[in-house]
């Protein structure tokens, strides 16, 4: 009773072939899905770079507004009263533009100190990415610790006792 050796060989084979077949669709699958989730983070890192581009932007307009407005301050001063007569410039700040044409101080460089200084104080504090992503903590409410709140930005600071 002897088995027929070449139907034993082609079993062994279609075996080998179906093992083949099979590990050839895993490796597809697999392929695939890591080629899907690179894609995604691809995606998200492209998104993340326009991002930061458009910050570096932004940032560099409000850099070519001061310029501006301090070249306006400085012809305004150099200038007397032609250049307070002539068109505003066009990144200079709008209370700067609403001095009276008569004023004696308008050409003042206190007057250009103190306004600029009011243009700092209207405009928003920079934010950070953290802030930007996750929004500022007054945003959600202070921080609690275990035993409370960890601190108030507002709250006036106070010495310790004996110190003075």
Do not use: C
Not at 40 to 62: F, I, N, P, R, S
Not at 65 to 77: F, I, P, Y
Not at 89 to 95: E, I, M, S, V
Not at 96 to 105: E, R, T, Y
């Amino acid at each position: 009773m002897t088995a027929d050796p070449l139907a034993a060989r082609d079993e062994r084979l279609a075996e080998r072939l179906a093992r083949l077949e099979q590990q050839i669709r895993s490796f597809r699958e697999l392929h695939v899905a890591e080629v899907g989730d690179l894609a995604k983070k691809l995606g998200t890192l492209a998104q993340l770079h326009a991002d930061e581009l458009q910050l570096v932007l932004d940032e560099l307009a409000d850099i070519a507004r001061e310029v501006a407005a301090r070249r306006a301050t400085e012809d305004r001063r150099e200038g007397g009263d032609a250049a307070a007569t002539a068109a505003p410039h066009p990144g200079a700040p709008a209370a700067s533009v609403a001095a009276p044409l008569g004023d004696p101080a308008a050409g003042s460089p206190k007057r250009a100190a103190w306004l600029a200084e009011e243009e700092l104080r209207a405009r928003p504090a920079p934010v950070s990415r953290r802030e930007l992503l996750f929004g500022r903590e007054s945003d959600a409410g202070p921080e609690r610790g275990p035993s409370g709140p960890v601190g108030d930005a507002d709250a006036p600071r106070r010495s310790p006792p004996g110190s003075r």
